[in-house]
């Protein structure tokens, strides 16, 4: 028996952009030692990355995601950007302490970014989590983070958190990197829709290029924004022209149940000088820091009802 139309959730995708813990990590992964390349991001670094900036950082963070979620507050958050747990539980403790939790593994980006899965204690239960890894051979690349939990204790939903590999060295060049990640994807959405075929499928995350049907039982939700408020064309705006790089996929269980808009408040944005309108206020304009930006990117809302 379905009981989808009893709960209610509200489902939140930010890429945040260089969320750096100051201190200097190294991690384990796969029995081998990373040494991440993300001295820039320390106290010591080109960007003087202090821990009064980081705290900054994460209440800015905390600020945009208790506004979309206003009294009640989100329900689950895919993150992309972050360097490690202790960001994450930060973060967790800032937005409401206590009642958020999160699942997050350590991948081998070489930059030392990863995914993470934040969510409302009170209504989502993880019944199981992994990592799908993405190989690219000589090079590295963010895991995608598999969760399954349970909904107020009545449903279930699988969610998928992705960041593609970016377009660096051009979009054409790089596309085998993205092709090869979302094979991966591809692979565990089959599995989870051969053991039921009315799954409840979330795949979200920064996929670096624009919305496609490209994942075969789901529906990328951002292709058709009929009805959105908003005045942008996408989440990302690179050299004056906006694109949407921060999608959701949906299977048929949800589709026709599930709203999607991206959140596009002004207060998280700032004048375009150089293209004109507006754009998403960052952390950083340049070298430039800026105590009250958030990220380059704009965060997409999911409700389902």
């Not at 009294?71 to 950007?81: A, N």
């Not at 590999?165 to 979302?182: I, L, V």
């Not at 049907?213 to 292709?223: A, C, E, P, Q, V």
């Not at 999607?260 to 207060?267: N, Q």
Request: glycine letters at 6%; aromatic letters at 10%; hydrophobic letters at 35%.
């Amino acid at each position: 028996m379905r009981l989808l139309s009893i709960f209610f959730i509200i489902i939140v995708n930010y890429n945040v952009e260089n969320f750096f813990h100051p201190a200097h990590d190294s991690v384990w992964v796969d029995s081998a030692l990373v040494e991440k390349d993300e001295w820039e991001w320390t106290p010591e670094g080109e960007r003087r990355w202090t821990y009064t900036r980081y705290q900054r950082k994460v209440e800015n963070i905390a600020r945009v995601l208790t506004n979309i979620g206003e009294w009640d507050g989100v329900d689950v958050v895919g993150l992309e950007e972050i360097e490690n747990a202790e960001c994450v539980r930060k973060l967790c403790n800032t937005l409401r302490r206590g009642e958020y939790d999160f699942v997050h593994y350590e991948s081998p980006d070489r930059r030392g970014i990863d995914v993470a899965f934040v969510y409302k204690k009170a209504k989502i239960s993880p019944i199981s989590s992994r990592q799908l890894k993405v190989d690219l051979g000589e090079e590295t690349t963010r895991d995608i983070l598999y969760v399954c939990a349970s909904v107020d204790r009545m449903d279930t939903i699988h969610f998928f958190v992705c960041h593609l590999p970016s377009q660096r060295g051009g979009a054409a060049t790089s596309a085998w990197k993205r092709e090869a990640a979302k094979k991966v994807l591809q692979q565990a959405v089959d599995s989870v829709l051969a053991d039921d075929p009315e799954a409840k499928i979330v795949v979200m995350g920064d996929m670096n290029t624009s919305p496609k049907n490209d994942i075969t039982g789901l529906k990328n939700r951002m292709i058709s924004t009929k009805g959105q408020s908003t005045m942008y064309k996408g989440t990302h705006k690179y050299q004056g022209r906006w694109t949407c790089l921060d999608q959701f996929y949906v299977s048929a269980s949800l589709d026709s149940v599930a709203k999607v808009h991206i959140y596009d408040a002004e207060w998280i944005m700032e004048p375009d000088e150089k293209f004109l309108g507006l754009r998403p206020k960052r952390t950083y304009n340049g070298f430039r820091y800026q105590k009250d930006g958030f990220s380059d990117h704009l965060p997409i809302v999911m409700t389902i009802p």
